[in-house]
């Protein structure tokens, strides 16, 4: 309970096995023996005032001690073999024996029985703070169906390759990164971004693995490996996660190493010492305070539930589609002043949509009929987000499309000329429009038929419905926002002023969003960036705190940010910066709880007024207060 070493784990490896495969009073029957025993020796001396004789005490108590302690003094037996006796093994042991040696049978066998009590709940503690995490790992199929020779085969999804076409049922999980090949269906998308909600997806989109399907069956093209799927690199996030600790657990580790032979150099103290002041020394008197205090300096509570806290963090983070690469990084999002921000795909859809149709005649409804006819034509995000506006248009005849590179399309429509583009399309066939055009800040496409300007079209990048919320929240709890993007100077600064955003600078390119945020660093600031494209990595490498945006995205950021959010909603950067001050809040709670007691305590055993029953207390109480608290942490909600 009080180090987790390699030789720890795996010591405790094989007792967890076991406490899944078999009732947990089976797997602990040697620690429940030992407690009864201990219970009824106890009930016998002090409750009944009877006084057993000593071979037969000795033998009952020998019996109990070895039931419960047998673990720890086999690992303590072989770290001593390495010369390695400045651990908590050793010192559990040498104090418990010495209790023996002393007569205080029932006192050595109470440490030993409450210690690894506080050790088989800390293992259910640790179980129940994996249970989140473990589940990401149940998400991926051990069989998939894939369509061979015309024949539907069961395989493992390891030997699918690209290209490849699977069949996924109603109801089963996508085992493999893919296109739909189906028109239309809809996926449960919850085990990757924390959102319940179904997703439609339509033909030619991609769909990944870990999503559910929810209606009939679907047909996927194979895109990627089983080994390069996204879920199966966000799963290495997770599990690598555990291994990176914060700063305040690597002090705590570097602290228990000095800590405890410090700790065996004052027990020395407290037996010698009183040698050169005391006249009537009694040696068996200061060798049960030395013991005592031995006992309680076990640091158990800060070694055990500090690494508990920071991943009960990562547990809950990642119930909230949220993955924290680490437990330092959960420490450095607490210190964060700053919060920069790419526009597109963060706080912004990404997807274009019609905002506004303006017709020169006064009927919209044709004009974007015309519009439709000839967009539907283009692959252009601009055009894809018109051909689709408004379901309900019809459909008119459109011939000889020509497609005009960088001004836009030129068809007959209903027989009519039609051009729709930009400015520079309408200046090349000498049409007139009226000149504030040339100053909108969104996108536009001009429309002209038979020769006359018709009417535009502005198109926009949608905002997040939660965008301006999330950045009033920021503000209000005293974080600088920053928006940084690639688009037009005027649109990022419309969207700035519509959200509150402190900066807002466009038309950049990604070492100009470098050059920004070190600008930020260097002023002293604690700057977390959250981006999802390609061109976002080097910034998010760059900030103290990088955040991928959409843990479905691009690759290159998704490896090189610290944390990575599953959905593309803005408020997770919140929920982040929340998880990570409630972690940091328990953990310090916990390390002044056991230091404080620890003093206490301490200096009550040096002084002779503590005994070896509150130093049991002391140790194993506060490190049982210690991991409540810390799973406390599981069950909050952000």
Not at 590 to 615: C, R
């Amino acid at each position: 309970m009080c180090e987790h070493n390699h030789e720890h784990s795996n010591a405790t490896k094989e007792h967890s096995l076991t406490t899944k495969e078999q009732p947990w009073w089976i797997a602990q029957s040697k620690l429940l023996i030992a407690l009864v025993i201990l219970l009824t020796l106890l009930l016998l001396k002090y409750a009944f005032k009877i006084t057993l004789p000593f071979g037969i005490s000795l033998a009952l108590n020998s019996i109990a001690y070895l039931l419960a302690g047998i673990p720890v003094i086999l690992m303590a037996f072989r770290k001593a073999k390495r010369a390695d006796v400045f651990n908590e093994f050793f010192l559990m042991t040498m104090a418990t024996l010495g209790a023996f040696a002393i007569g205080e049978f029932e006192e050595g066998v109470a440490v030993m029985v409450f210690y690894q009590i506080g050790e088989w709940f800390q293992d259910t503690a640790v179980d129940n703070a994996k249970k989140s995490i473990k589940s990401l790992l149940d998400i991926r199929p051990d069989t998939v169906t894939v369509l061979r020779n015309g024949q539907q085969q069961q395989v493992n999804p390891k030997t699918v390759t690209t290209g490849e076409i699977i069949l996924v049922k109603a109801g089963e999980k996508v085992a493999l990164d893919g296109k739909l090949n189906t028109e239309k269906a809809a996926f449960n998308t919850a085990a990757l971004t924390g959102e319940s909600k179904p997703d439609t997806k339509y033909r030619g989109e991609t769909v990944f693995a870990g999503m559910i399907n929810l209606e009939t069956v679907v047909e996927i093209e194979v895109s990627n490996k089983f080994e390069d799927s996204k879920l199966s690199k966000i799963l290495e996030m997770v599990q690598d996660a555990t291994a990176r600790k914060s700063k305040t657990q690597l002090f705590i580790a570097k602290f228990a190493k000095v800590y405890v032979p410090i700790i065996f150099g004052l027990a020395l103290l407290v037996l010698i010492v009183p040698l050169c002041f005391v006249q009537d020394y009694s040696f068996k008197d200061w060798f049960y305070r030395s013991l005592v205090f031995l006992v309680i300096s076990c640091p158990c509570a800060l070694v055990v539930s500090i690494p508990l806290g920071y991943f009960g963090g990562i547990g809950l983070a990642s119930r909230n589609g949220i993955l924290f690469k680490g437990g330092n990084f959960l420490d450095a999002i607490t210190a964060v002043d700053t919060v920069v921000m790419d526009k597109t795909g963060t706080l912004t859809a990404g997807v274009f949509e019609v905002t506004e149709v303006v017709a020169v005649n006064g009927e919209p409804q044709e004009l974007l009929d015309y519009a439709k006819a000839i967009e539907v034509h283009s692959t252009h995000p601009i055009a894809k987000a018109i051909a689709s506006y408004n379901p309900g248009s019809t459909a008119l005849k459109t011939e000889n499309i020509q497609e005009i590179a960088g001004h836009g399309l030129c068809a007959t429509v209903n027989g009519k000329q039609t051009l729709a583009g930009n400015s520079k399309l309408l200046d090349k066939y000498n049409i007139s429009y009226p000149d504030d055009l040339r100053k909108m800040v969104y996108s536009i496409v001009m429309l002209a038929i038979d020769g006359k300007y018709a009417g535009y079209i502005t198109v926009a990048d949608r905002i997040k419905a939660g965008s301006k919320a999330v950045i009033q929240a920021m503000r209000a709890q005293g974080l600088y926002t920053v928006m940084l993007s690639g688009d037009k100077t005027a649109v990022v600064n419309m969207v700035a002023k519509e959200l509150g955003i402190n900066e807002a600078y466009g038309d950049l390119l990604p070492e100009d969003k470098v050059s920004h945020v070190q600008q930020l660093l260097d002023q002293g600031r604690h700057v977390a960036f959250a981006g999802d494209g390609v061109n976002d990595a080097p910034v998010v490498a760059l900030a103290q705190v990088g955040i991928a945006m959409g843990g479905l995205g691009a690759d290159a950021t998704i490896e090189t940010a610290d944390i990575v959010i599953q959905n593309d909603e803005p408020n997770k950067i919140l929920s982040a910066i929340k998880i990570g001050k409630i972690t940091r809040n328990i953990v310090w709670q916990n390390v002044i709880l056991a230091m404080g007691v620890k003093v206490i305590v301490l200096i009550l055993g040096a002084g002779g007024v503590a005994t070896l029953w509150e130093a049991v207390i002391a140790d194993v109480g506060v490190a049982l207060l210690a991991i409540l608290n810390a799973i406390r942490i599981q069950h909050k909600k952000v």
